[in-house]
């Protein structure tokens, strides 16, 4: 029998969870939807940025800077690497492979990847980096009505929030800015979007920086959830399946997918791991991508694509 | 080594007139070493293999999800072997031949690694150390059809403490069957007793992989034993997210949760045990999971938490100024300098000397010359410290005196608990020994098994010598 208290709570949890997922889910989507491009390399963005904002801060605070101060040097000095990394990315990559098709770009962000990995490690160390920015206490919720209340982690609600200021400013961005209709047209066709006088590299520029401050974002909550540290290019796979779920174009989309993944896969956990052995919860999230491929396969949120054959 | 103490002083220098201070300059002038290695083919050893020098691969991750852990560990074996040559100019006068293959903990590259190493230097590989039950595993018929050992020092197959059956394993200090009644020595201690146990909830939360799931039939004899309820839980690769396992750790609210975990599993693990207000004093985890990488990312909230040690702890020990004299001081250790003495880079070199020593013992019956594979396994087999030889050898304080033999292929099987004070780690229990009692029918059932599996014609110790 599963008591109502515990389900609830692995329910919220999962919720929350899913949450992060979608803070690098956003990246993906961000830079698919201006350019077509599957991005492999931001789970290396999030590690680049998560170092660079915590050696920073962590150098800042040695040398006798005030905390809020550090942070906000920090905080700016992983933005000004995140813009070179996008000028850099422009310049060298993106930029000399306009009108190839998507699996060509696809794999140069693999080249990406392995460089920002290794840049990245060199530059800022390959250690385990505390980062502190957000509370990870947790609050128990309604302990009137269920024995030892509801935990909600004051860390995951800080991600909510993150998240939902996210989605709405860069809802605003694609929507009402120049720039941002321009990416959408950039997305469409390249070779169409140059003919009518937009400047492609730096629309490419635009979209890389604002993936790589996505990416500074989410590394700031999953950097005081787990350390700045290696492992934390692994959540990119923990974001394939929002994608898929959600859509790749969609930024509704990668918060409702991150949802369901997480409710989904820590409801598995809980309540059929234990009958299967445990550790489902990787393959679960993909066998609900699978199931949503099967029915929808652009998605819940993603555009359907018509192609005149 | 691919920069000489020359070049790696006069590197110093430049590094000085750049401003930055010796710590700062060791990283630069550490990650121009593993460059200048990586460029070269990965190899620490000079391209001519000489024909008086004895090979000994290195099986590292310096890369990917587990270099936290992974890095200082190869640091101190690799500076271990260099203070061999260093210091004593070889065993015996036969140098050491080095050279890292990065493995990245999986187990196709550290396969990879052993066919691309198994053949170098002018007898062979002496010995194999893949850091990894996975590679471990996947190694085993391999070493013995090669004739190779494979020193698994407190990890790998814990049936392989059965040498009459495993000729080529060598799990030295303790297997995790050893860890498994140990930790619940330690737990019925705490409790007040062995029958305390009964009645109580003990979790496992491990890491799934070979690995993790090594020590979970030890520990279902022991929760049959003492009458304590087991819950082994698993954590998938790289156990970055664990937030389903503590809830459930939350609900079922085990007495004690033992943690099996490696690299940022370990600091999630505590991170999570946190937020969910588990208390830190309750969880025990293995000598894997119990080095200062495990317990910084979570600050204060690590605090109180227990771990096994391998024997040996952090801290410096006499060997430790030999190799800041003759490693460090001419500008050729591997890690910063303020890590030297930490847990891992401390059972690094532990792990290094005991290969070394074992050379030593089969150069008595071989020989002062580079050994094959074969010959170093007549070495590990019959190795013997003593406490005075490990205090000649600097390492009074870390290890107790360690036997080899035909069918204990482990040596030595002792433990102490030490605790996370939110700065450093601090013993708090006397030594314990695993009980044989427990572990040895287990270690018979399994290997029996396992030979038979295998055609393998277990040998008679008796007769060997």
């Given at each position: 029998m599963i008591a109502l208290g515990q389900f609830l709570e692995v329910l919220i949890g999962g919720l929350m969870s899913g949450v992060l997922y979608s803070l690098?889910?956003?990246?993906?989507?961000?830079?698919?939807?201006?350019?077509?491009?599957?991005?492999?390399?931001?789970?290396?963005?999030?590690?680049?940025?998560?170092?660079?904002?915590?050696?920073?801060?962590?150098?800042l605070v040695?040398?006798?800077?005030?905390?809020?101060?550090?942070?906000?040097?920090?905080?700016?000095?992983?933005?000004?690497?995140?813009?070179?990394?996008?000028?850099?990315?422009?310049?060298?990559?993106?930029?000399?492979?306009?009108?190839?098709?998507?699996?060509?770009?696809?794999?140069?962000?693999?080249?990406?990847?392995?460089?920002?990995?290794?840049?990245?490690?060199?530059?800022?160390?390959?250690?385990?980096?505390?980062?502190?920015?957000?509370?990870?206490?947790?609050?128990?919720?309604?302990?009137?009505?269920?024995?030892?209340?509801?935990?909600?982690?004051?860390?995951?609600?800080?991600?909510?929030?993150?998240?939902?200021?996210?989605?709405?400013?860069?809802?605003?961005?694609?929507?009402?800015?120049?720039?941002?209709?321009?990416?959408?047209?950039?997305?469409d066709d390249h070779m169409a979007a140059q003919s009518v006088g937009i400047p492609i590299g730096w629309i490419w520029f635009v979209v890389w920086l604002v993936a790589g401050l996505v990416a500074l974002v989410a590394a700031t909550v999953w950097g005081t959830k787990l350390g700045v540290q290696f492992s934390i290019t692994f959540l990119a796979l923990k974001a394939l399946p929002v994608l898929i779920i959600g859509g790749l174009t969609s930024v509704p989309g990668a918060i409702v997918g991150g949802l369901i993944v997480g409710a989904g896969e820590k409801i598995a956990e809980v309540f059929l791991g234990s009958y299967i052995g445990g550790g489902i919860e990787y393959w679960f999230a993909y066998v609900l991508a699978l199931a949503v491929l099967l029915v929808r396969p652009q998605g819940l949120f993603g555009e359907r694509i018509i192609a005149r054959v | 080594m691919a920069l000489g103490g020359k070049e790696a002083r006069e590197n110093k220098t430049r590094y000085r007139k750049n401003g930055l201070n010796e710590e700062e300059s060791y990283m630069?002038?550490?990650?121009?070493?593993?460059?200048?290695?990586?460029?070269?083919?990965?190899?620490?050893?000079?391209?001519?293999?000489?024909?008086?020098?004895?090979?000994?691969?290195?099986?590292?991750?310096?890369?990917?999800?587990?270099?936290?852990?992974?890095?200082?560990?190869?640091?101190?074996?690799?500076?271990?072997?260099?203070?061999?040559?260093?210091?004593?100019?070889?065993?015996?006068?036969?140098?050491?031949?080095?050279?890292?293959?990065?493995?990245?903990?999986?187990?196709?590259?550290?396969?990879?690694?052993?066919?691309?190493?198994?053949?170098?230097?002018?007898?062979?590989?002496?010995?194999?150390?893949?850091?990894?039950?996975?590679?471990?595993?996947?190694?085993?018929?391999?070493?013995?059809?090669?004739?190779?050992?494979?020193?698994?020092?407190?990890?790998?197959?814990?049936?392989?403490k059965n040498g009459a059956v495993f000729a080529y394993n060598f799990p030295l200090l303790g297997t995790y069957w050893s860890?498994?009644?140990?930790?619940?020595?330690?737990?019925?201690?705490?409790?007040?007793?062995?029958?305390?146990?009964?009645?109580?909830?003990?979790?496992?939360?491990?890491?799934?992989?070979?690995?993790?799931?090594?020590?979970?039939?030890?520990?279902?004899?022991?929760?049959?034993?003492?009458?304590?309820?087991?819950?082994?839980?698993?954590?998938?690769?790289?156990?970055?997210?664990?937030?389903?396992?503590?809830?459930?750790?939350?609900?079922?609210?085990?007495?004690?949760?033992?943690?099996?975990?490696?690299?940022?599993?370990?600091?999630?693990?505590?991170k999570e045990a946190a937020a969910v207000a588990y208390p830190r004093e309750k969880m025990i985890g293995v000598w894997w999971s119990g080095a200062e990488p495990d317990v910084t990312p979570a600050g204060d909230q690590a605090a109180g938490y227990k771990a096994l040690m391998l024997q040996h702890g952090a801290g410096k020990f006499p060997v430790h100024a030999d190799i800041e004299k003759y490693v460090y001081a001419k500008g050729k250790g591997l890690s910063e300098p303020d890590k030297v003495g930490e847990v891992l880079y401390n059972r690094g070199m532990v792990n290094a000397m005991l290969g070394v020593e074992a050379i030593r013992k089969a150069q008595e019956k071989f020989g002062k010359k580079p050994l094959t594979g074969e010959q170093v396994r007549w070495g590990l087999e019959n190795l013997n410290l003593s406490d005075a030889r490990i205090k000649e050898l600097g390492f009074e304080g870390m290890l107790k005196p360690i036997k080899i033999s035909c069918s204990d292929h482990e040596g030595a099987r002792d433990g102490r608990v030490q605790q996370w004070d939110g700065k450093s780690w601090k013993v708090i229990s006397d030594w314990y020994t695993a009980n044989q009692a427990n572990t040895e029918p287990l270690v018979k059932d399994v290997s029996a098994k396992y030979a038979a599996e295998k055609n393998i014609h277990p040998r008679d110790c008796s007769k060997e010598s």
């Open positions: 690098v889910a956003l990246g993906f989507v961000l830079i698919f939807k201006a350019s077509g491009v599957f991005n492999f390399a931001q789970g290396a963005m999030v590690l680049l940025a998560g170092l660079a904002l915590v050696r920073s801060l962590d150098l040695a040398n006798g800077f005030p905390l809020w101060v550090a942070i906000v040097l920090g905080i700016g000095f992983a933005a000004v690497i995140m813009a070179i990394t996008a000028w850099l990315i422009e310049r060298f990559v993106i930029g000399p492979l306009v009108n190839q098709d998507g699996l060509t770009l696809f794999m140069s962000t693999i080249g990406v990847t392995f460089i920002l990995e290794g840049a990245a490690q060199m530059i800022f160390g390959s250690g385990s980096y505390p980062l502190r920015l957000f509370p990870t206490d947790a609050w128990f919720l309604f302990d009137n009505l269920f024995p030892g209340g509801i935990l909600v982690n004051k860390l995951d609600v800080w991600g909510g929030f993150i998240a939902g200021i996210l989605v709405a400013g860069l809802a605003i961005f694609f929507q009402q800015t120049k720039t941002g209709r321009a990416l959408r047209a950039v997305a | 630069v002038r550490n990650k121009l070493l593993l460059a200048a290695a990586i460029l070269s083919g990965g190899a620490f050893a000079s391209p001519a293999a000489a024909q008086s020098e004895q090979f000994i691969p290195i099986l590292s991750y310096r890369t990917g999800a587990y270099a936290v852990n992974g890095v200082p560990y190869a640091n101190g074996v690799a500076d271990y072997y260099n203070l061999v040559n260093e210091r004593d100019g070889g065993i015996n006068g036969v140098k050491l031949l080095v050279e890292e293959c990065e493995t990245g903990y999986a187990t196709d590259k550290g396969v990879e690694c052993y066919e691309r190493l198994k053949g170098k230097g002018p007898t062979g590989a002496a010995f194999f150390n893949p850091l990894s039950t996975g590679i471990t595993f996947a190694l085993t018929e391999k070493t013995t059809t090669d004739k190779i050992p494979i020193i698994t020092m407190g990890y790998g197959r814990s049936d392989s860890a498994a009644d140990i930790a619940i020595q330690h737990i019925a201690k705490e409790l007040g007793g062995a029958d305390k146990l009964k009645g109580k909830k003990i979790s496992l939360l491990f890491h799934d992989s070979p690995y993790g799931k090594e020590p979970i039939p030890m520990l279902e004899v022991l929760a049959k034993k003492h009458g304590f309820e087991f819950t082994p839980i698993p954590v998938t690769h790289p156990g970055v997210e664990q937030k389903s396992q503590w809830l459930a750790i939350r609900q079922n609210r085990p007495d004690y949760v033992l943690l099996w975990g490696w690299g940022v599993m370990n600091g999630t693990a505590v």
